[in-house]
C-alpha cells in the first residue's frame, strides 16, 4: 500500500504565494502519476494539477500559470508551487497518487486559506 502525507498549507493575503508539499511511502515503486486535487466548502472535489512518473503535467484552467507541480529524482514526493493566490483558492488541498492499475491513495489534506 501507499501513504501519504501532506504539508505546507496556511493562511497567506491575496496575490502572495504558497508552496505545499507530499511525502509518499510504503509501496512507492507502484506510483505511476501523482497529484493535487482540492475541495472547497460546499463543492466538489477538483483536480487542481497531475504529473507522470515521466513528467508529463496538466493543470486545470483555473490554475494555469500560476501554479507548477513537480516531482524529485526519486519520485517519492511531488509539490506543489502557488503564486498569484485568490481567495477562490481556498480550500482543503489533497495529495493523489496513481498505481499501475489506476488504482487511488489519498493524503489526508492540508488547509489553504486566501484572504482578501
Known amino acids: 500500500q501507499v501513504q501519504l502525507a501532506e504539508s505546507g498549507g496556511g493562511l497567506v493575503q491575496a496575490g502572495g504565494s504558497l508552496g505545499l508539499s507530499c511525502a509518499a511511502s510504503g509501496s512507492i515503486f507502484s506510483i505511476n502519476a501523482m497529484g493535487w486535487y482540492r475541495q472547497a466548502p460546499g463543492k466538489q472535489r477538483e483536480l487542481v494539477a497531475t504529473?507522470?512518473?515521466?513528467?508529463?503535467?496538466n493543470y486545470a484552467d483555473s490554475v494555469k500559470g500560476r501554479f507548477t507541480i513537480s516531482r524529485d529524482n526519486a519520485k517519492n514526493t511531488v509539490a506543489l508551487q502557488m503564486n498569484s493566490l485568490k481567495p477562490e483558492d481556498t480550500a482543503v488541498y489533497y495529495c493523489?497518487?496513481?498505481?499501475?492499475?489506476?488504482?487511488?491513495?489519498w493524503g489526508q489534506g492540508t488547509q489553504v486559506t486566501v484572504s482578501s
Open positions: 493523489n497518487a496513481l498505481s499501475h492499475t489506476a488504482r487511488a491513495y
Open positions: 504529473i507522470t512518473r515521466g513528467g508529463r503535467t
